[in-house]
């Protein structure tokens, strides 16, 4: 929640927080989630958007096969906005946040609903896999999988691929609408998943179409992944306001000169 709260409002926007899931976490993992009901879930939701317009939905963490539904229901009373949804299937060290239960409902309800999905190369296979694979999908198979499942856009992250560069691929119906090559930083990372979403959400919520979007908030998040911090005994921080830093700095030097 954190990580959404400062990507958007970096990228001038204004969130409003829907709580799915209460955590126990540090930088370096999750001990413990405990689920909001799904009735706590759709009020928080249906109160914000009776008294504001929103621009966007950014999905992260679901929590439970309940709170899945919930969300779905209110999705689809609101078809023009843009849905990103981020399918947190584990966090970063490997801890689950989803079984499959909760994974076959995703596929049915929210992605048929979704603008973009954002799953890493592991979640994607997981996500695309069938019980007829006699081996493990090809990512560009993953994404059509995923595609034909209803989103109308898919953005596999390969920084769990080996290779010396990250690369970012983005399909839609027709196939691969763009591929992003990324210098691969050498740390690992707190909340770069969700900071990726976010920023696409922010960029949807500002009037870019979405492979536009999706190119800069890869580019939005490299920057913060790259003037990232290590305040805990885990994983490097994201810098969101990388720029405001950069800024400062320069005013400073021209201070001093």
Not at 29 to 58: I, T
Not at 81 to 105: K, M, T
Not at 126 to 132: G, I, M, P, T, V
Not at 144 to 169: F, K, M, S
């Amino acid at each position: 929640m954190q990580a959404d709260l400062l990507t958007l409002a970096s990228m001038g926007c204004h969130p409003l927080s829907v709580l799915t899931a209460l955590t126990v976490q540090d930088t370096r993992g999750v001990d413990g989630l405990l689920a909001v009901e799904a009735d706590w879930v759709a009020d928080q939701a249906r109160k914000l958007l009776e008294d504001m317009p929103v621009a966007a939905f950014k999905l992260g963490v679901l929590g439970s096969v309940e709170n899945a539904a919930a969300i779905a229901e209110i999705l689809a009373d609101y078809p023009n906005v843009p849905v990103v949804l981020d399918p947190v299937l584990a966090s970063g060290r490997g801890d689950a946040f989803a079984g499959d239960e909760l994974i076959e409902l995703m596929c049915e309800l929210l992605m048929p609903q979704t603008t973009v999905l954002t799953p890493n190369s592991l979640e994607a296979r997981r996500l695309a896999e069938s019980d007829d694979d006699e081996e493990e999908p090809a990512l560009d198979a993953c994404g059509a999988r995923l595609v034909g499942l209803g989103c109308e856009y898919v953005l596999i992250t390969g920084t769990h691929e080996a290779g010396v560069d990250v690369i970012n691929t983005l399909y839609d119906e027709g196939g691969i609408v763009r591929t992003d090559r990324w210098r691969r930083l050498p740390h690992g990372f707190h909340g770069s998943g969700c900071t990726l979403a976010s920023a696409i959400a922010a960029t949807l919520a500002n009037g870019l179409d979405v492979p536009e979007a999706v190119r800069e908030a890869q580019e939005y998040t490299w920057q913060a992944l790259a003037a990232g911090f290590r305040p805990g005994m885990g994983q490097h921080l994201p810098d969101r306001f990388f720029w405001a830093r950069a800024l400062e700095r320069g005013s400073q030097s021209e201070g001093e000169t």
